[in-house]
């Protein structure tokens, strides 16, 4: 079994097609055709079933494809060290317009060798992801505590409101939990955490608010906010990031007896296993830039408030 024959089956995987995957590796497409054929018949079953010119993996062919793209990555780590490494990150939904572009721009220029790869969904989303080899360090918006994890807290994010300029509440310096009973809402999706905490908050006070929309895409939300369909609530750096275009208010919630609850930990996530020396990059990083995010944030709240 040759190296060259792994990397075009990889290849032909991501790109979907022989002609494509030609075109990436340089390699005449019948050339291309028979490294696969050989690799098949050294494994002794199909890696594809075909369906018109896309190639789809048969169950043996997605194991293979898991372990081929190992070897490739272990070869690469070998070959060069440290230097040209791709990182495979997760990264939750609510991280993508603050704290990730940042981080991300900051690692290209200190790694400009290595390739980051982003896979974003909800946290729940991103622990599976870290979970089944797909990423190997995840940035979630709710770093809890998990058995087989290593979870790393990078900054506390308290919850705000964000409600169109039309509301009642846009000139309040904060709003309360029980103030919210019957009032229009746009909410996260039940599968969500923040949604599930949220959901156990309303019940304590005996508070049901009047759900119009239910999404858990955060640039859906925020645009329907401005449409004046009901107000939301996500954590500050959201609202504040959000405060510059200046179609919405952002105003502090408060609830003194259960403060604690009105917040989410933003954090890393990896396996227990000793990560990669790109991911150990990734993570001290994030450290060094939670520790003037959450200053920034602050800083940016007061000076746009509601």
Request: aromatic share 8%; charged share 20%; hydrophobic share 40%.
């Given at each position: 079994m040759q190296l060259h024959h792994i990397e075009a089956f990889v290849t032909v995987v991501e790109y979907g097609?022989?002609?494509e995957a030609?075109?990436?590796?340089?390699?005449?497409?019948?050339?291309?055709?028979?490294y696969i054929h050989t690799l098949e018949r050294e494994l002794g079953q199909p890696l594809f079933d075909h369906h018109g010119r896309r190639l789809h993996l048969t169950p043996f062919g997605q194991w293979a494809y898991d372990k081929a793209r190992h070897?490739?990555?272990e070869t690469r780590s070998f070959a060069h060290g440290r230097t040209g490494q791709n990182l495979n990150l997760g990264a939750s939904l609510t991280t993508l317009t603050t704290f990730l572009p940042q981080a991300i721009q900051e690692f290209r220029e200190r790694e400009p060798q290595s390739e980051i790869h982003v896979e974003t969904g909800l946290s729940a989303d991103i622990y599976e992801l870290v979970g089944n080899g797909r990423a190997e360090i995840g940035l979630?918006?709710?770093?809890?505590?998990?058995?087989s994890y290593r979870v790393i807290p990078l900054f506390t994010d308290p919850l705000w409101m964000l409600c169109p300029t039309t509301s009642p509440w846009k000139d309040m310096d904060t709003v309360s939990i029980e103030q919210l009973h019957s009032q229009p809402m746009i909410m996260m999706t039940p599968r969500t955490l923040l949604r599930a905490d949220l959901d156990a908050l309303f019940r304590s006070h005996a508070v049901i608010p009047d759900i119009r929309m239910e999404v858990d895409n955060v640039d859906v939300i925020q645009r329907?906010?401005?449409?004046?369909?009901g107000a939301t609530i996500l954590p500050r750096s959201v609202c504040v990031e959000a405060s510059h275009l200046q179609k919405w208010r952002t105003i502090p919630l408060e609830s003194p007896e259960c403060s604690g609850r009105l917040s989410r930990t933003f954090g890393l996530v990896t396996l227990l296993a000793e990560p990669s020396p790109m991911a150990w990059i990734w993570i001290e990083l994030c450290v060094q830039l939670a520790r003037t995010f959450q200053t920034g944030v602050h800083a940016m709240a007061n000076e746009f408030p509601a």
């Amino acid at each position: 079994m040759q190296l060259h024959h792994i990397e075009a089956f990889v290849t032909v995987v991501e790109y979907g097609t022989v002609t494509e995957a030609s075109h990436r590796l340089r390699i005449a497409q019948p050339a291309l055709s028979r490294y696969i054929h050989t690799l098949e018949r050294e494994l002794g079953q199909p890696l594809f079933d075909h369906h018109g010119r896309r190639l789809h993996l048969t169950p043996f062919g997605q194991w293979a494809y898991d372990k081929a793209r190992h070897i490739l990555e272990e070869t690469r780590s070998f070959a060069h060290g440290r230097t040209g490494q791709n990182l495979n990150l997760g990264a939750s939904l609510t991280t993508l317009t603050t704290f990730l572009p940042q981080a991300i721009q900051e690692f290209r220029e200190r790694e400009p060798q290595s390739e980051i790869h982003v896979e974003t969904g909800l946290s729940a989303d991103i622990y599976e992801l870290v979970g089944n080899g797909r990423a190997e360090i995840g940035l979630v918006s709710d770093a809890r505590p998990r058995a087989s994890y290593r979870v790393i807290p990078l900054f506390t994010d308290p919850l705000w409101m964000l409600c169109p300029t039309t509301s009642p509440w846009k000139d309040m310096d904060t709003v309360s939990i029980e103030q919210l009973h019957s009032q229009p809402m746009i909410m996260m999706t039940p599968r969500t955490l923040l949604r599930a905490d949220l959901d156990a908050l309303f019940r304590s006070h005996a508070v049901i608010p009047d759900i119009r929309m239910e999404v858990d895409n955060v640039d859906v939300i925020q645009r329907m906010v401005a449409t004046g369909l009901g107000a939301t609530i996500l954590p500050r750096s959201v609202c504040v990031e959000a405060s510059h275009l200046q179609k919405w208010r952002t105003i502090p919630l408060e609830s003194p007896e259960c403060s604690g609850r009105l917040s989410r930990t933003f954090g890393l996530v990896t396996l227990l296993a000793e990560p990669s020396p790109m991911a150990w990059i990734w993570i001290e990083l994030c450290v060094q830039l939670a520790r003037t995010f959450q200053t920034g944030v602050h800083a940016m709240a007061n000076e746009f408030p509601a």
